[in-house]
């Protein structure tokens, strides 16, 4: 099984920034892509950012030039660098990863516990 851990959520003012971390562990084989996704009260869980395992990333318009996603492979590891945070930001940051246990298993996707992140205005 993959666990994976969120750390880095808090409560900021507006304007701040936040680094969130996600890290994977348990029996990978590999990786494939990494995403960040979101989830507001009252709101529908919305991707925020994503990267595939070459380092392409996507991101949510309303985050783009604000938030930088990245990811450590040798770590197993994933980062979402949150710049000129707005209020509208608040939510449970969830970590998403497609990963597979064995080379000849095919790939699952494992969700993260979540993290708060609050933006005070």
């Known amino acids: 099984q993959v666990q994976l851990v969120e750390s880095g959520g808090g409560l900021v003012q507006a304007g701040g920034s936040l680094r969130l971390s996600c890290a994977a562990s348990?029996?990978?084989?590999?990786?494939?892509?990494m995403a960040w996704y979101r989830q507001a009260p009252g709101k529908q869980r919305e991707l925020v950012a994503s990267?595939?395992?070459?380092?392409?990333?996507n991101y949510a318009d309303s985050v783009k030039g604000r938030f930088t996603i990245s990811r450590d492979n040798a770590a197993n590891t994933m980062y979402l660098e949150m710049n000129r945070l707005k209020p509208e930001d608040t939510a449970v940051y969830y970590c998403?990863?497609?990963?597979?246990?064995?080379?000849?298993?095919?790939?699952?996707?494992?969700w993260g516990q979540g993290t708060q992140v609050t933006v005070s205005s």
């Open positions: 990267i595939t395992g070459g380092g392409s990333t």
């Open positions: 998403n990863v497609d990963a597979r246990i064995a080379w000849y298993n095919s790939y699952q996707v494992y």
């Open positions: 348990g029996r990978i084989d590999s990786i494939n892509t």
